[in-house]
């Protein structure tokens, strides 16, 4: 089994900054990518950025040099920097990490841009 539990979202302005979380716990060892995914109001998931153990990155069009996925293996948590922030970015944000056992998520953070 495994655990994820992201946080850091809220409101902020367009323009602004905002940094997310995902801590892992549980049978995490065989993890090699894990990625963030949103849920705006009203669409479909889709995915924003994913990493590799080893930190081999790529990133959706909408938020390429805008946000930045990284990790700490040793925290065993992975971390999505958000700046200049778009209405656009509103949404619900996930981490996911697929594993042997299964496909996993977080409960989800909501991070709100708007003035």
């Known amino acids: 089994q495994v655990q994820l539990v992201e946080s850091g979202g809220g409101l902020v302005q367009p323009g602004g900054s905002l940094r997310l979380s995902c801590a892992a716990s549980?049978?995490?060892?065989?993890?090699?990518?894990m990625g963030w995914y949103r849920q705006a109001p009203g669409k479909q998931r889709e995915l924003v950025a994913t990493i590799t153990r080893r930190g081999w990155k790529n990133y959706a069009e909408s938020v390429k040099g805008r946000f930045t996925i990284s990790r700490d293996n040793a925290k065993n948590t992975v971390y999505l920097q958000m700046n200049n922030l778009k209405p656009e970015d509103t949404a619900v944000y996930y981490c996911n990490a697929p594993h042997s056992t299964g496909d996993y998520w977080g409960q989800g953070t909501q991070v709100a841009v708007s003035s």
């Open positions: 549980g049978s995490i060892s065989s993890i090699n990518v």
